[in-house]
């Protein structure tokens, strides 16, 4: 799972090339799990028209001279193709009849473990009189991801005035996303004790897994697409044919293969062409909004659609409310902008209703063939509380997978979202409706008691108050989980608030 940052807040999604194909995904409990059976991903439209004419011919750059033996450190994550560099880079020494010497070292996962791998080629194989390349004694630092390279078992190779890096800056979340979805990448830090290791002259960053994906349609040609880019740059000691050769008796994905090379290659010639092509075939993303009246504009708009006009007018006024005591109200970093945000994001309960209307509005299936194409069919995996089992182990619902007729059902059942809260709500009668209803009459009644406040030196209390709820994320048992982790951090709020000095409490965020 990856992070993605939308307007509603951030969210997880699946990046497909690193699935591990257990599917144990589909049993997080979530409904927006859906299994997409046949088919494959589609390739960007445009991504290789007329690239003849945007591209100048490319050069043959001067390979390394091999008076001795060049060392490559090549580095990445498990189950993304770090091992296959390697092994194209000594094939093609093979194939030139020059000497070559591997070693990789692995992690405890076979997927998204650390790796880190030394690849040796010399003029013949008498001159590789070690595997393992020494300190300070890499010619190239090929970083494929960019938190394995900013180790100590990879920056321990590298030395000033010798090693040249090549690496990866995409943001590829690590453990931390999973035990705190709020986690932040330390991007800026990496890079920098990378380029502090090797010097700013000899570094050169990319975001290979973006260009990738936008150019070929799969993220998992970023590593190819690496080598290419430090090929074109004259640091690998072998030629284009032999690699080329490699990728074809390797014998997967050859076409794809050899197209990510030869991308990273126009890249490293004419990175500005390439960057613009790529910006051209991403999808567009709309900046968040920041002032308080457009967000209560848009947040009313889906209120409209989740429910009427009558709930979205029940949040306006809320929000005025607070906006007409809020004397920062005109700034970004406000409690009326966390207000905004965090009264919405209670009152549109993701109930059955609202996951069926989300399906059904056409959204989801565009989605879905902008992102797969050929004959594919969907299964939903769901846990409908009225319907699921509970496991008795833990007590948990247990979710089951549902045919493509589950659209229609889904169409239905979202017409019949003018029952909700009504005495035919059938789904609202379930404890776990009712406590989210509950939630948010707890979140008006601390509104009110924030109010008197805001003009005072308690601003920075009330603030991080408004914001709770965002951390209140998750369905079913998840949600509750996080429910009472939060109600340890807004008993201590409450405390300072009303000069009360307390124990701090630390919360993990367990969704």
């Given at each position: 799972?990856?992070?993605?940052?939308?307007?509603?807040?951030?969210?997880?999604?699946?990046?497909?090339?690193?699935?591990?194909?257990?599917?144990?995904?589909?049993?997080?409990?979530?409904?927006?799990?859906?299994?997409?059976?046949?088919?494959?991903?589609?390739?960007?439209?445009?991504?290789?028209?007329?690239?003849?004419?945007?591209?100048?011919?490319?050069?043959?750059?001067?390979?390394?001279?091999?008076?001795?033996?060049?060392?490559?450190?090549?580095?990445?994550?498990?189950?993304?193709?770090?091992?296959?560099?390697?092994?194209?880079?000594?094939?093609?020494?093979?194939?030139?009849?020059?000497?070559?010497?591997?070693?990789?070292?692995?992690g405890l996962a076979q997927k998204f473990g650390a790796v880190v791998s030394h690849v040796r080629v010399s003029a013949s194989q008498d001159e590789i009189k070690a595997v393992r390349i020494p300190a300070g004694e890499a010619d190239l630092l090929l970083g494929c991801d960019l938190v394995v390279t900013s180790t100590y078992e990879a920056l321990g190779k590298v030395a000033q005035g010798r090693t040249h890096?090549?690496?990866?800056?995409?943001?590829?979340?690590?453990?931390?996303?999973?035990?705190?979805?709020?986690?932040?990448?330390?991007?800026?830090?990496?890079?920098?004790?990378?380029?502090?290791?090797?010097?700013?002259?000899?570094?050169?960053?990319?975001?290979?897994?973006?260009?990738?994906?936008?150019?070929?349609?799969?993220?998992?040609?970023?590593?190819?697409?690496?080598?290419?880019?430090?090929?074109?740059?004259?640091?690998?000691?072998?030629?284009?044919?032999?690699?080329?050769?490699?990728?074809?008796?390797?014998?997967?994905?050859?076409?794809?293969?050899?197209?990510?090379?030869?991308?990273?290659?126009?890249?490293?010639?004419?990175?500005?062409?390439?960057?613009?092509?790529?910006?051209?075939?991403?999808?567009?993303?709309?900046?968040?909004?920041?002032?308080?009246?457009?967000?209560?504009?848009?947040?009313?708009?889906?209120?409209?659609?989740?429910?009427?006009?009558?709930?979205?007018?029940?949040?306006?006024?809320?929000?005025?409310?607070?906006?007409?005591?809020?004397?920062?109200?005109?700034?970004?970093?406000?409690?009326?902008?966390?207000?905004?945000?965090?009264?919405?994001?209670?009152?549109?309960?993701?109930?059955?209703?609202?996951?069926?209307?989300?399906?059904?509005?056409?959204?989801?299936?565009?989605?879905?063939?902008?992102?797969?194409?050929?004959?594919?069919?969907?299964?939903?995996?769901?846990?409908?509380?009225?319907?699921?089992?509970?496991?008795?182990?833990?007590?948990?619902?247990?979710?089951?997978?549902?045919?493509?007729?589950?659209?229609?059902?889904?169409?239905?059942?979202?017409?019949?979202?003018?029952?909700?809260?009504?005495?035919?709500?059938?789904?609202?009668?379930?404890?776990?409706?009712?406590?989210?209803?509950?939630?948010?009459?707890?979140?008006?009644?601390?509104?009110?008691?924030?109010?008197?406040?805001?003009?005072?030196?308690?601003?920075?209390?009330?603030?991080?108050?408004?914001?709770?709820?965002?951390?209140?994320?998750?369905?079913?048992?998840?949600?509750?989980?996080?429910?009472?982790?939060?109600?340890?951090?807004?008993?201590?709020?409450?405390?300072?608030?009303?000069?009360?000095?307390?124990?701090?409490?630390?919360?993990?965020?367990?969704?």
């Amino acid at each position: 799972m990856i992070p993605k940052e939308t307007e509603l807040g951030r969210k997880r999604q699946i990046d497909q090339s690193s699935c591990n194909k257990d599917y144990s995904c589909a049993n997080g409990f979530c409904p927006s799990f859906v299994s997409v059976i046949g088919g494959k991903l589609r390739k960007p439209d445009g991504a290789g028209a007329d690239v003849d004419t945007l591209f100048d011919p490319l050069p043959e750059p001067v390979l390394p001279s091999l008076d001795k033996p060049w060392n490559t450190v090549v580095t990445g994550v498990g189950g993304t193709g770090v091992l296959t560099i390697t092994a194209l880079v000594a094939m093609a020494a093979h194939i030139e009849g020059k000497g070559c010497a591997t070693m990789n070292q692995t992690g405890l996962a076979q997927k998204f473990g650390a790796v880190v791998s030394h690849v040796r080629v010399s003029a013949s194989q008498d001159e590789i009189k070690a595997v393992r390349i020494p300190a300070g004694e890499a010619d190239l630092l090929l970083g494929c991801d960019l938190v394995v390279t900013s180790t100590y078992e990879a920056l321990g190779k590298v030395a000033q005035g010798r090693t040249h890096a090549v690496v990866n800056d995409a943001e590829v979340p690590t453990s931390a996303f999973i035990l705190d979805p709020d986690a932040r990448f330390p991007t800026a830090a990496m890079k920098a004790k990378v380029s502090d290791e090797a010097g700013d002259a000899a570094t050169f960053f990319i975001d290979s897994t973006r260009i990738a994906t936008q150019l070929l349609g799969d993220s998992i040609g970023s590593n190819l697409f690496l080598l290419g880019y430090a090929w074109q740059q004259g640091l690998v000691p072998v030629s284009a044919v032999a690699l080329e050769e490699a990728i074809e008796l390797n014998g997967v994905a050859v076409g794809f293969n050899k197209e990510a090379f030869l991308w990273g290659r126009r890249c490293a010639h004419q990175p500005e062409r390439v960057l613009e092509l790529v910006e051209k075939l991403a999808p567009e993303v709309p900046a968040r909004l920041q002032g308080v009246e457009e967000i209560v504009d848009d947040r009313v708009a889906r209120l409209t659609d989740y429910q009427d006009a009558a709930y979205a007018h029940q949040y306006r006024q809320r929000v005025e409310r607070v906006l007409a005591a809020d004397p920062r109200a005109g700034e970004a970093d406000s409690v009326s902008v966390a207000v905004a945000r965090n009264l919405y994001k209670l009152m549109a309960i993701k109930d059955e209703y609202e996951v069926a209307r989300l399906y059904s509005d056409g959204e989801f299936l565009r989605k879905l063939e902008r992102q797969f194409e050929g004959d594919y069919e969907l299964r939903f995996n769901l846990a409908p509380p009225l319907f699921s089992k509970r496991d008795p182990n833990t007590g948990h619902l247990v979710k089951q997978e549902f045919g493509p007729w589950m659209l229609r059902a889904f169409g239905l059942l979202a017409r019949l979202r003018f029952l909700r809260g009504s005495v035919l709500d059938v789904f609202g009668r379930t404890e776990e409706r009712r406590q989210e209803r509950a939630d948010i009459g707890d979140y008006l009644a601390l509104l009110e008691e924030l109010l008197p406040a805001l003009s005072g030196d308690k601003y920075a209390v009330a603030l991080e108050l408004a914001r709770l709820p965002g951390r209140l994320r998750g369905f079913g048992h998840v949600k509750d989980r996080n429910r009472e982790l939060l109600a340890l951090r807004r008993t201590e709020l409450l405390r300072q608030l009303h000069g009360d000095p307390a124990t701090p409490v630390t919360i993990v965020n367990a969704a």
